[in-house]
């Protein structure tokens, strides 16, 4: 996630735009990108984070007629301090359900590429959803690009007449 390298020239907006970009990853709770000039003219940086625990549980309610437990989700977005993030969800509100996997790994093959895999099933069949993306990086980035293609069959909700309840 830094940009600059080893023997780069030395350039402190680029180490803060680093820094930002570091904040931003969803398991650092603190990243900081210091230097300090060295006698001879050259620069020592310093780059430190914390990440956090990032396994987390979620829980999908609603109140609409009462109270409802529709779903539920667990998800660790630094699996084994690799930035990889994999999810299991499953929910279902109203006629609509949703199980599946998702997989994300930042980085791919070592690029600046972001690489998303989710897949599962829904009331009308499987489901299979793959994403390249190139975040955007700042004023020193390069630009940004996204690529997706969806598989999916989904029935949509609809209501006919008068009656209160949904219908497909």
């Given amino acids: 996630e830094l940009l600059f390298a080893e023997r780069d020239c030395f350039d402190p907006r680029m180490l803060g735009e680093s820094e930002r970009i570091l904040r931003g990853l969803g398991y650092i709770t603190e990243a900081s990108v210091t230097a300090e000039q060295r006698e001879e003219g050259s620069w020592d940086v ?25 779903g539920v989700s667990i998800s660790n977005k630094n699996l084994f301090g690799s930035a990889t993030t994999l999810a299991l969800f499953r929910s279902q509100f109203r006629a609509r359900r949703r199980a599946g996997i998702l997989l994300r790994q930042p980085n791919l093959f070592g690029a600046r590429l ?31 690009a996204r690529q997706s293609v969806w598989l999916r069959d989904d029935y949509f909700l609809y209501s006919a007449g008068v009656a209160p309840e949904y219908r497909q």
């Fill in 114 to 144: 972001d690489g998303i895999l989710q897949a599962g099933n829904t009331r009308s069949g499987d489901f299979l959803a793959q994403s390249l993306f190139r975040p955007y990086t700042g004023e020193f980035g390069n630009g940004a």
């Fill in 46 to 70: 310093f780059v430190s984070t914390r990440d956090e625990w990032a396994l987390t549980i979620g829980f999908e309610i609603s109140f609409e007629r009462g109270f409802a437990f529709n």
